[in-house]
């Protein structure tokens, strides 16, 4: 119920909600169960906002029926005119979501129940579904005659090489079928009718359409930048891509973005072409990016004004819908599988509440009409720059009608200065940087690798151009680059040379980012700094938190827990991230790296059998990290790997995925070893806020295939 308050927050006006079918009354009608319906429409009401009501949405309602179930149509009808009874003021339905979708998806490729395979049942399914819709509408608007139906459908366009576009041409005209089903235009004249008719319908199921037209008060257009497709019979060319194909040609059906050298129609030439074939009114329904927290907001603010260039256009477009507020498990995987993984929308459920996202600050402003001034925004999305194409660039678009953004034209060109390795914007205004502390550490060029990757502009400071235990040094930088946010990714990272060097160890760890985050504070610009495990004593046995007492047992581990405190007490609003036992795929000295090495030539490797830590994956420290900076938290954050592991285990666990003989694995207590400083033997981090980080199996997966790469 909470969450409902946090959407109006944000200035939703209306909100696709579920009243699923198989939830609210999966044994029948009799035996429904409201009570979850009752609380949550009624609180949308109190709160203005308008429900438009989902009953069935990529299911196939409750055990009793399915999507070829004949009768299914009549039963959904009954289920929907109980929800209109109970709900009278309700005016807005979507009885089933993306009618060709589902079908396809169950009836075609077998993703989903009842996984079919053939012409014929998907065929079946989306017929029953469109009848179904029907005469759920009809049975609603008995009850309540004011009531619209907003139907969605994923909206995309296929192109093609010469050779293909015979079924390039087949599957546009496939894509309106649900919506040219509803409104009554599927006619004899029409391909799609032969086409069905060949699968084995009737005549009379179709022309049942024509007596019976729904035409929907508003498209929902669902997009996504896989939504657009390109079919190439070159197979050698896409080398890691599935082939597909028909009974004619064999060929590889991979997202138009990847491939096509101008760009695509994109949103806004779909939406042009809806408009042109219904005349009815728009409304972007779905546009979610599982993606980078940039990404994420370049492309909702990107689909936002392709809506607002078609309303100037004179295209009825009635709203943008932020898909999903509360992010999606398992989409990547198209729900065939329970992997967990999750990408987060405007909302990241992944600690004890929901967390607003850069997003939240996005939607709040587009809803109250401001101008979004988030510095990522200034540089185009993924899909606009060169590194989209993954495959030899093709024409796509011989007819002109691309959309031009796609063509990167001279005031977004993304270029790569050689000189300095950072990216540069030709734009006529300058794009202020992310400025990062640490050109020669691990973890500094993993920050400047990835900012590359993600499209962020940076600058990346040797100790020469900011001293940051200098004031002054620190103030100068920061007034030439005008930085949005600051990253300091330098230190003292000698654990047992800090022994001997109390006070060079405290004058970087410490002092150093307490001079930054004042320098910060006065010229308003937000920062980024790191911690470490080692402000812990072990003492503990479960995941340390980030309210738990610090308690260091060595002079680096002081620095730490010293700078945090300087650091939070100077800026408040800094975010500090606590982290552990770093490896990754692009520096050649971390524990992970020097094992395999040492155990690959035959020698004996050392490693302590009672340390238990939290190993973390250097990428996927950086990625979340920059994501946390540009959502604005600030705080205390504990980020690493999920995993509860010694150092032993570790150097095991990455033999054995290497291949490599682990019996060079000499396990020793931690006494043993001949450490200056102590350390704990359970550091292992937990969080309070959100465990972002995928557990270390995973990471692993991706360090040795990074590995490859690099």
Not at 57 to 63: A, D, T, V
Not at 537 to 553: F, I, R, W
Not at 633 to 648: C, D, F, P, R, V
Request: glycine share 8%; with cysteine.
């Amino acid at each position: 119920m909470e969450d409902l308050d946090r959407f109006a927050e944000l200035g939703v006006r209306a909100l696709r909600y579920p009243v699923l079918w198989e939830r609210t009354a999966p044994n029948g009608l009799e035996s429904a169960d409201w009570s979850w319906a009752d609380e949550r429409l009624g609180r949308l009401r109190e709160l203005g906002i308008h429900p438009i009501v989902g009953l069935v949405h990529h299911g196939s309602g409750p055990r009793h029926t399915s999507l070829i179930d004949p009768s299914f149509p009549e039963k959904l009808a009954e289920f929907a005119r109980a929800v209109a009874q109970r709900y009278p003021w309700v005016d807005r339905y979507t009885p089933v979501n993306e009618p060709l979708t589902t079908a396809r998806f169950s009836g075609l490729y077998g993703h989903w129940y009842p996984h079919g395979l053939d012409g014929i049942t998907f065929a079946r399914a989306l017929l029953i579904e469109c009848r179904a819709t029907v005469l759920s509408m009809r049975a609603i608007r008995e009850v309540n005659p004011a009531a619209q139906l907003v139907q969605t459908e994923d909206m995309g366009k296929t192109y093609s090489t010469p050779l293909l576009a015979y079924q390039a041409e087949f599957e546009n005209e496939r894509r309106w079928l649900s919506f040219d089903l509803l409104c009554g235009r599927l006619n004899r004249s029409r391909p799609m009718w032969g086409y069905l008719c060949y699968l084995g319908i009737d005549e009379a199921e179709l022309d049942w359409f024509l007596e019976n037209p729904c035409p929907p008060d508003v498209l929902g257009l669902n997009y996504y930048v896989t939504s657009e497709r390109f079919l190439d019979e070159r197979i050698e060319n896409y080398p890691d891509s599935s082939v597909c194909g028909n009974e004619k040609d064999k060929y590889i059906d991979i997202e138009a973005v990847r491939v096509c050298a101008e760009g695509t129609v994109g949103l806004r030439g779909l939406m042009k072409e809806t408009w042109e074939r219904y005349g009815l009114p728009i409304a972007v329904t779905e546009a979610h990016l599982g993606c980078t927290r940039e990404e994420q907001l370049r492309w909702l603010y990107e689909i936002w004004q392709a809506a607002l260039s078609m309303s100037r256009e004179g295209v009825d477009v009635r709203g943008v819908t932020v898909w999903s507020l509360l992010g999606t498990f398992d989409w990547n995987v198209l729900l065939t599988r329970a992997d967990g993984y999750y990408e987060s929308g405007v909302f990241d459920v992944r600690g004890s509440h929901p967390r607003p996202t850069a997003l939240a600050r996005l939607v709040r402003d587009l809803a109250e009409g401001r101008q979004p001034d988030h510095p990522v925004l200034e540089v185009p999305g993924w899909w606009r720059r060169p590194v989209r194409l993954l495959y030899p660039p093709y024409s796509c678009c011989a007819d002109g009608q691309q959309d031009n953004w796609a063509m990167e034209p001279e005031d977004w060109r993304l270029e790569k200065n050689i000189t300095n390795s950072q990216l540069a914007i030709t734009k006529p205004q300058p794009v202020r940087p992310l400025a990062i502390i640490g050109a020669t550490g691990t973890l500094g060029k993993a920050f400047a690798r990835l900012c590359e990757l993600r499209g962020i502009p940076y600058h990346l400071l040797t100790r020469q151009e900011m001293d940051i235990t200098d004031l002054a040094s620190v103030r100068a930088t920061l007034s030439e680059l005008n930085p949005w946010a600051v990253v300091n990714a330098a230190g003292y990272v000698r654990v047992d040379d800090a022994e001997r060097e109390p006070d060079l160890c405290l004058r970087v760890n410490a002092e150093g980012p307490a001079i930054l985050a004042a320098a910060c504070v006065d010229v308003g610009v937000a920062l980024l700094t790191f911690s470490s495990d080692l402000v812990f004593d072990g003492a503990g046995a479960t995941p340390y938190l980030e309210s738990n007492a610090v308690a260091p047992l060595n002079v680096y581990g002081w620095s730490k827990a010293l700078a945090e405190a300087r650091v939070l007490k100077a800026n408040p609003s800094a975010l500090v991230i606590r982290t552990s036992a770093f490896f990754g795929p692009w520096d050649e000295y971390n524990f992970v790296t020097i094992a395999l090495r040492e155990l690959a030539a035959g020698q004996t490797f050392v490693t302590a059998e009672d340390s238990v830590v939290s190993p973390t994956y250097v990428p996927d420290l950086v990625n979340a990290s920059l994501d946390l900076l540009i959502d604005g938290e600030y705080g205390l954050w504990h980020l690493a790997n999920k995993s509860a592991i010694s150092w032993t285990e570790l150097a095991r666990l990455a033999a054995s995925i290497a291949g490599v003989d682990a019996s060079g694995v000499e396990a020793r207590p931690t006494r043993e070893l001949g450490f200056a400083a102590l350390r704990p033997t359970y550091s292992v981090l937990g969080s309070e806020r959100g465990l972002l980080l995928p557990d270390l199996d995973h990471a692993m997966s991706r360090y040795f295939a990074d590995r490859q790469l690099a």
